[in-house]
């Protein structure tokens, strides 16, 4: 195997570790004293997590991890996304499928102009296109109020109502 020549490379072990835009590695590769009281107090939480279920545990994980700038293991994520599956409810989800088919409508009419069509015209290509979408299909001045929605949402820094989150499937009872 060839060795790289980069003076930053520090090993085959440690390449999935993501890089800023100089080349330092993102996340902390600790000393050996640093990350084995890390280990022993990341164990300590995720006990205190699986036997009592108190969220502390998992906000405390969750700052001491981001404290040593060590990737998120697998148990925390997980006790994450059952904290928030807990919270998240109906509204929720019907603001996120909501926002969802703005954002289609949205992309539609942006894809139609960036081939050239005019606004007109692309509201229409846009109307054209969904029909066969039973969420998303509208008419062209519908089509268009959630294109300038969208847009406003957009350029005023409100992009975050288009985020589209992870549908956690519910085991059957």
Do not use: C
Request: proline share 6%; hydrophobic share 40%.
């Amino acid at each position: 195997m060839r060795q790289r020549r980069d003076k930053k490379y520090l090993g085959p072990e440690y390449e999935h570790i993501p890089r800023d835009a100089a080349g330092d590695p993102v996340f902390l590769i600790l000393p050996d004293g640093v990350r084995a009281s890390f280990e022993r107090k990341m164990a300590n939480w995720k006990a205190a997590w699986l036997a009592t279920g108190d969220p502390l545990a998992i906000s405390s994980a969750h700052t001491l991890t981001m404290l040593h700038r060590q990737v998120s293991p697998l148990w925390l994520d997980e006790a994450i996304l059952s904290l928030t599956d807990k919270r998240r409810t109906k509204i929720h989800a019907k603001r996120a499928i909501e926002a969802a088919v703005r954002l289609i409508r949205y992309m539609a009419v942006r894809d139609a102009r960036a081939s050239g069509l005019t606004w007109d015209a692309a509201y229409e290509e846009a109307e054209r296109v969904l029909a066969t979408n039973p969420a998303a299909k509208a008419q062209a001045d519908t089509i268009k109020q959630a294109y300038q929605e969208v847009k406003r949402d957009l350029k005023t820094g409100r992009g975050g109502r288009y985020f589209t989150p992870h549908q956690r499937k519910r085991p059957k009872p």
